[in-house]
């Protein structure tokens, strides 16, 4: 009985699931991608000689990892406009404020801890490699980009894959402010239906489905690097 | 000495918050010298070293290198160090790279050289310690003893005026400091001008023409080796050899 409710919703509502789960991923990728550049942007900050820059990333950091996630979201989408700060229309894309919201939402939230997964995988390599390096001759910037950032990066990597992951799941609170990602798109079908158990049931399946490969994708890049190194 | 005096301390003094680890040093070295450095823990000879090529940043003093202040803020301390070769107790090959890439990156990167020339180099390098096998070979595959003697051959690619040893075997198997030190002995031959931190009694009294004692942060004896060990005079040298001896 259950199962087949399950299937109905599936063959019925199915483009629904699927096109919640693409516009999930759509957010995720852009969030982490972004959060990415600005999180080693950040990390760099917080890792400078230049006091105030260190305290602005580290402020940065503790804020957005010291508050929810839903809170950030509702600022940025409701609070900034009220402030005066939006973002534009654009015709091709349909909702673009609302979508552009919750992507910046993600992306600033992302940055504050792939700034962390950074920073603690370049102080993860041993000192005594930059100290070797300079003792040759290699200027600071030259020593990090050819000795330490490739070691640093077997450390970055990795986490930065459970960051993705971990942002895929917690994407879904932008469905709060109408997004249409899987859980909005699970929710429509669920008033629709009534069919609450089966919904959140697909929803869940969809969700384990994607999480679950990409973290196999990133622990067979890891014993790829790994096996690298022999 | 002073005609061809290649590296000059004056008046070096290094604290560390409240700590004051080197108390006012001055001493010089010569060209071709091979100078041991021994003293107790925490008597300030790794700090002393690590002074020399600015690892460390000395908090008052002078270093004069061929002549040149170092410590002086418009001086270019890189280009300072590729002529002062340094070898580290935890060897510090660079992980990420071969052998052969190890050597060759400080000189095809910083002094432009021909790859395939400093490849040539490497191996003419690699074969006076002889592991000329191990090219291609990554540190996480290499002994102690054979790091060691690539961070050495790694150091003398930059063709250095002075090497520095910071406890080059202290971090080594007892049976795999033999080959080290070696090594090391072949350099002091060529005429290399080393100044080595070391425990290795024997090394500084038979390889090295000089001694320093140095405790407490000051140099307490500074003589020719073989005078300082059969004559020392500081009841603190007296006393610390008795003990390692």
Known sequence: MFFETVWKL???????????????????VVAVVAGTFLGALMALMRMSKVTPLR??????????RGT???????????????????????????????????????????????AEVIRSGIQAVDPGQMEAARSLGFRKGEAMRIVVLPQAIRNILPALGNEFVTVIKESSVVSVIGIADLMYRT?????????????????????????????????????RMAHERK | MSGNELLRVEHLTKTFGKLTVLNDISTSFAAHEVVS????????????????????????????????????????????????????????????MNVLKNMIA????????????????????????????KLESYPSQLSGGQKQRIAIVRALMMDPEVMLFDE??????????????????????????????????????????????????VIAEDKPSHELFDRPQNPRLISFLQKVL
Not at chain 2, 190 to 206: D, K, L, P
Request: glycine share 8%; charged share 20%.
């Open chain 1, 187 to 223: 929710n429509g079908v669920k008033a629709k239906t009534y069919n609450t158990l089966e919904c959140l049931f697909v929803a869940a399946i969809l969700y384990f489905i994607t999480t679950f490969f990409f973290s196999k994708l990133i622990s067979f890049a890891e014993r």
């Open chain 1, 68 to 114: 929810p996630l839903m809170v950030q979201l509702m600022f940025i989408f409701y609070g900034l406009p009220m402030i005066g700060v939006s973002f534009p229309e654009i015709s091709f894309i349909p909702d673009f404020p609302r979508f552009m919201a919750g992507i910046v939402a993600m992306s600033l939230n992302s940055c504050a801890y792939v």
């Open chain 1, 55 to 64: 305290w602005l990333a580290t402020a940065y950091i503790e804020f957005f």
């Open chain 2, 37 to 96: 450095v021994i003293g107790p823990s925490g008597g300030g000879k790794s700090t002393f070293l690590r002074c020399l090529n600015l690892l460390e940043q000395p908090s008052s003093g002078h270093i004069l290198f061929d002549g040149v202040d170092i410590c002086d803020k418009k001086t270019d301390i890189n280009l300072h160090r590729q002529k002062m070769g340094m070898v580290f107790q935890q060897f510090n090959l660079f992980n990420n």
């Open chain 1, 10 to 28: 599936i063959t019925r509502y199915g483009h629904f699931f699927t096109e919640g789960l693409r516009n999930t991923l759509i957010i995720a």
């Open chain 2, 168 to 217: 080059p075997t202290s971090a080594l198997d007892p049976e795999m400091i033999g080959e080290v030190l070696e090594v090391m002995k072949n350099l002091a031959q060529t005429g290399m001008t080393m100044i080595v931190v070391t425990h290795e009694m024997r090394f500084a009294r038979e390889v090295s023409s000089r001694t320093i004692f140095l405790d407490g942060g």
């Open chain 2, 106 to 133: 400080a000189p095809v990167k910083i002094l432009h050289m021909d790859p395939e020339q400093a490849k040539e180099k490497a191996l003419g390098l690699i074969r006076r310690v002889g592991l000329e096998d």
